[in-house]
């Protein structure tokens, strides 16, 4: 009768079909080294009155400590007496020994960093964790940097980035499931939130949602694409932060936080387009300037998106709407300009996202001096040359100085794609187009939905309770910490009635 029970060959994610352990020593040795045939997979032999291998790949695995806390004990306890299982457990110094249930099991945890112990006569085996995974230090946030708050950021591992939030969250209602997703290769992700706080609806959903998931999961991005409601659309249906203090936060409001093992950032199930509009940082200033800020986010985020169809439509189909004398001085400026107007503006608008793009991907000091340096001098150029109007040159640095105002880069991203359709239908129908493109997009984000949760929550459908923490932010005691599309329904149901 086999020792390991449970999963069918069928269902088995690694190719284990000519895998079996037998309980002969050598023979699982050798199937072992032939399955997974890697020049960094070693054995240790222990002989004495019982016959051992310890498995492990060198390069995960921490030689010092696998040296004193497991192969130095067994090899005198093996040395003095026949050994049970019992007996490999006691002599065992790590912290984490897991008794193996499957052949499928045993290759996992190899490849998690755990070293493989088997005997000789058994046909069972045991796994002793002895990692030594090499990973970043906790470092300052990179695309969230605060002026007050947490300078503390995740990294690339899974167990740190949970070790960040519990630190911060003492309390027995956190809970953790690490799921293990992919056919050839596993990945790990890991879901947190707060237990009778979180609906367990969204929990139940978040969970559905990641194990279905067949690929492996290089990072938090490809973990988005899979469970997103809407896969087309250019608005995030996620929200990314590398910040402790922000997903904390999200598990206190109830939501649901996801890991993803070599990704230095969490994704927040679910957000709505107003969560990607208030950082972390609008919560750690007195209401009134975070306030101001915020309205200035806002108008930010419309000029990223409508400031360049606006001008086109103003200067091609409205200008007695221009104050006179400022008509006369854009009429002067434009003498000589050989493009119309909206060619124009897509012509700066592409120079300055190729400034941008090549400011990103060179090295920080080189990337600088390129996104500075190169859009004065372009600009100059352009204007000198007679390509471009002044004013050209100032609505689009406007518009780009706007979508840096967006502490969500991905929602700039979206907004960034988005302004240049407008720009066509600006261009083409005039203040009509302007409006219809408006109409179009404000009936896409109110069919949007982040895990069965409307987008625009709690605008619409209107909650009044929660408007105090949507456009400006109330003194702290008067906002609600939970939303209250988010509530919980009562642990134990409704009272009845008698």
Same mark, same amino acid.
């Given at each position: 009768?086999? $020792?390991?029970? #449970?999963?069918?060959?069928s269902?088995?994610?690694?190719?284990?079909?000519?895998?079996?352990?037998?309980?002969?020593?050598? !023979?699982?040795?050798?199937?072992?080294?032939?399955?997974?045939?890697?020049?960094?997979?070693?054995?240790?032999?222990?002989?004495?009155?019982?016959?051992?291998?310890?498995?492990?790949?060198?390069?995960?695995?921490?030689?010092?400590?696998?040296?004193?806390?497991v192969?130095?004990?067994?090899?005198?306890?093996?040395?003095?007496?026949?050994?049970?299982?019992?007996?490999?457990?006691?002599?065992?110094?790590?912290?984490?020994?897991?008794?193996?249930?499957?052949?499928?099991?045993?290759?996992?945890?190899? $490849?998690?960093?755990?070293?493989?112990?088997?005997?000789?006569?058994?046909?069972?085996?045991?796994?002793?964790?002895?990692?030594?995974?090499?990973?970043?230090?906790?470092?300052?946030?990179?695309?969230?940097?605060?002026?007050?708050?947490?300078?503390e950021?995740?990294?690339?591992?899974?167990?740190?980035?949970?070790?960040?939030?519990?630190? /911060?969250?003492?309390?027995? !209602?956190? /809970?953790?499931e690490?799921?293990?997703?992919?056919?050839?290769?596993?990945?790990?992700?890991a879901?947190?939130?707060?237990d009778?706080?979180?609906?367990?609806?969204?929990?139940?959903?978040?969970?559905?949602?990641?194990?279905?998931?067949?690929?492996?999961?290089?990072?938090?991005?490809?973990?988005?694409?899979?469970?997103?409601?809407?896969?087309?659309t250019?608005?995030?249906q $996620?929200?990314?932060?590398?910040?402790?203090?922000?997903?904390?936060?999200?598990?206190?409001?109830? !939501?649901?936080?996801?890991?993803?093992?070599?990704?230095?950032?969490?994704?927040?199930?679910?957000?709505? $387009?107003?969560?990607?509009?208030?950082?972390?940082?609008?919560?750690?200033?007195?209401?009134?300037?975070?306030?101001? *800020?915020?309205?200035?986010?806002?108008?930010?985020?419309?000029?990223?998106?409508f400031?360049?169809?606006?001008?086109?439509?103003?200067?091609?189909?409205?200008?007695?709407?221009?104050?006179?004398?400022?008509?006369?001085?854009?009429?002067?400026?434009?003498?000589?300009?050989?493009?119309?107007t909206?060619?124009?503006?897509?012509?700066?608008?592409?120079?300055?996202?190729?400034?941008?793009?090549a400011?990103?991907?060179?090295?920080?000091?080189?990337?600088?001096?390129?996104?500075?340096?190169?859009?004065?001098?372009?600009?100059?150029?352009? *204007?000198?040359?007679?390509?471009?109007?002044?004013?050209?040159?100032?609505?689009?640095?406007?518009?780009?100085?706007?979508?840096?105002?967006?502490?969500?880069?991905?929602?700039?991203? #979206?907004?960034?794609?988005?302004?240049?359709?407008?720009?066509?239908?600006?261009?083409?129908?005039?203040?009509?187009?302007?409006?219809?493109?408006?109409?179009?997009i404000?009936?896409?984000?109110?069919?949007?939905?982040?895990?069965?949760?409307?987008?625009?929550?709690?605008?619409?459908?209107?909650?009044?309770?929660d408007?105090?923490?949507?456009?400006?932010?109330?003194?702290?005691?008067?906002?609600?910490?939970?939303?209250?599309?988010?509530?919980?329904?009562?642990?134990? #149901?409704?009272? /009845?009635?008698?």
């Amino acid at each position: 009768m086999r $020792l390991f029970r #449970g999963k069918g060959r069928s269902d088995r994610s690694m190719d284990t079909a000519d895998f079996e352990l037998t309980g002969h020593l050598d !023979r699982d040795v050798k199937n072992l080294e032939k399955l997974l045939s890697s020049h960094d997979l070693t054995f240790r032999r222990i002989s004495g009155k019982t016959e051992l291998a310890v498995g492990f790949f060198s390069s995960l695995c921490n030689n010092d400590t696998l040296e004193r806390d497991v192969i130095a004990p067994l090899n005198r306890a093996a040395g003095e007496r026949a050994l049970t299982k019992e007996d490999l457990y006691r002599h065992i110094h790590t912290g984490d020994v897991r008794q193996i249930k499957d052949e499928v099991e045993l290759l996992e945890l190899l $490849l998690d960093g755990f070293a493989v112990i088997l005997m000789d006569g058994r046909r069972g085996a045991l796994a002793a964790c002895v990692e030594d995974m090499k990973r970043r230090d906790i470092s300052k946030p990179i695309t969230e940097v605060v002026i007050r708050g947490s300078h503390e950021a995740f990294n690339e591992s899974i167990i740190d980035s949970i070790g960040l939030i519990r630190r /911060r969250l003492a309390t027995e !209602r956190f /809970r953790i499931e690490i799921v293990k997703v992919g056919k050839i290769a596993k990945s790990r992700i890991a879901f947190c939130y707060l237990d009778g706080i979180a609906r367990p609806e969204l929990v139940e959903e978040v969970r559905r949602r990641v194990r279905r998931i067949k690929k492996f999961i290089f990072d938090s991005g490809n973990l988005e694409q899979l469970i997103a409601d809407h896969p087309l659309t250019p608005f995030p249906q $996620l929200y990314y932060t590398e910040r402790p203090d922000k997903a904390v936060a999200s598990l206190l409001e109830g !939501r649901v936080i996801l890991l993803t093992d070599g990704s230095p950032y969490a994704l927040i199930a679910p957000t709505t $387009l107003f969560d990607l509009l208030h950082p972390s940082e609008d919560y750690y200033f007195h209401f009134l300037p975070a306030s101001a *800020i915020r309205i200035v986010r806002y108008i930010s985020a419309f000029f990223a998106l409508f400031l360049p169809s606006i001008y086109v439509v103003i200067v091609m189909y409205r200008p007695e709407l221009i104050p006179t004398e400022l008509f006369f001085r854009l009429v002067a400026q434009r003498e000589g300009v050989p493009l119309p107007t909206v060619l124009e503006i897509f012509l700066m608008e592409v120079s300055f996202e190729l400034m941008r793009e090549a400011g990103i991907r060179l090295p920080p000091p080189a990337g600088q001096a390129v996104s500075i340096v190169g859009a004065l001098i372009v600009g100059e150029a352009m *204007i000198n040359a007679g390509l471009v109007a002044p004013v050209t040159v100032i609505v689009t640095a406007t518009t780009g100085l706007s979508s840096f105002t967006i502490s969500a880069f991905h929602l700039s991203y #979206g907004l960034r794609v988005l302004r240049f359709p407008i720009l066509l239908f600006a261009a083409f129908i005039g203040i009509y187009g302007l409006i219809i493109a408006t109409f179009l997009i404000m009936l896409h984000l109110l069919s949007l939905k982040s895990f069965g949760f409307p987008y625009l929550s709690p605008v619409v459908p209107g909650r009044s309770g929660d408007w105090r923490d949507v456009f400006i932010r109330f003194p702290m005691p008067s906002v609600q910490r939970q939303p209250a599309f988010l509530k919980n329904k009562p642990l134990f #149901g409704r009272r /009845r009635r008698r």
